[in-house]
């Protein structure tokens, strides 16, 4: 059986991610979307709702799981027993910090092959802060993120729609 471990802030998740995560669900038995609790951020939503965000929007794919976590993402992946660390790459933006990371991993955790995922057309441009940006200036962020991080983003009063 195939895991992939899939980290990162998702504060919130955006369409960007759930594509990354269906599209990983495809190629490995099961994924686990990996919330990491970034304590030096700052942060929109606290870990319990960047989780409960999360779980919401990939009650669908039933081999997607998501978990907090607050150790480093290399010990994480063999506490979930991943083989594969999944990541997506945005045009140009991504590609340096991955490769940094990934070489940094590489050390830590030899056996852990990281898989990257260009993203789609649609979400080349879509980052959660970005979308947040776009959001509190009364921008329309329908078809970025699903309607319950909509609500969600409402609620915080990021967004005013
Ligand atoms: P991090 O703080 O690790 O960058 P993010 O939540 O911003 O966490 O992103 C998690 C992963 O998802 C990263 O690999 C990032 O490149 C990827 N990602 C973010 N937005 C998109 C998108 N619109 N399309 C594809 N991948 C994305």
Same mark, same amino acid.
Request: aromatic content about 8%.
């Given at each position: 059986?195939?895991?992939?471990?899939?980290?990162?802030?998702?504060?919130?998740?955006?369409?960007g991610?759930?594509?990354?995560?269906?599209?990983?669900?495809?190629?490995?038995?099961?994924?686990?979307?990996?919330?990491?609790?970034?304590p030096?951020?700052?942060?929109?939503?606290?870990?319990?709702e960047?989780?409960?965000?999360?779980?919401?929007?990939?009650?669908?794919?039933?081999?997607?799981?998501?978990?907090?976590?607050?150790?480093?993402?290399?010990?994480?992946?063999?506490?979930?027993?991943?083989?594969?660390?999944v990541?997506?790459?945005?045009?140009?933006?991504d590609?340096?910090?991955?490769?940094?990371?990934?070489? #940094?991993?590489?050390?830590?955790?030899?056996? #852990?092959?990281?898989?990257?995922?260009?993203?789609?057309?649609?979400?080349?441009?879509?980052?959660?802060?970005?979308?947040?940006?776009?959001?509190?200036?009364?921008?329309?962020?329908?078809?970025?993120?699903?309607?319950?991080?909509?609500?969600?983003?409402?609620?915080?009063?990021?967004?005013?729609?």
């Amino acid at each position: 059986m195939t895991v992939a471990l899939y980290p990162g802030s998702f504060d919130p998740i955006t369409n960007g991610h759930i594509d990354i995560a269906t599209r990983a669900a495809k190629l490995f038995d099961k994924v686990v979307i990996g919330i990491f609790s970034t304590p030096e951020k700052r942060l929109t939503f606290t870990l319990e709702e960047r989780v409960a965000l999360a779980k919401q929007a990939v009650a669908h794919l039933p081999r997607v799981k998501v978990m907090p976590y607050s150790n480093i993402t290399v010990d994480f992946a063999r506490e979930v027993g991943a083989q594969v660390l999944v990541r997506g790459l945005r045009m140009s933006a991504d590609y340096e910090r991955e490769f940094e990371m990934a070489m #940094l991993n590489r050390k830590l955790y030899p056996e #852990l092959e990281l898989v990257c995922f260009m993203a789609s057309q649609d979400y080349q441009f879509l980052s959660s802060s970005l979308m947040k940006e776009v959001a509190s200036l009364g921008g329309d962020i329908n078809g970025l993120v699903p309607r319950h991080v909509a609500a969600a983003l409402r609620e915080k009063g990021v967004s005013k729609m």
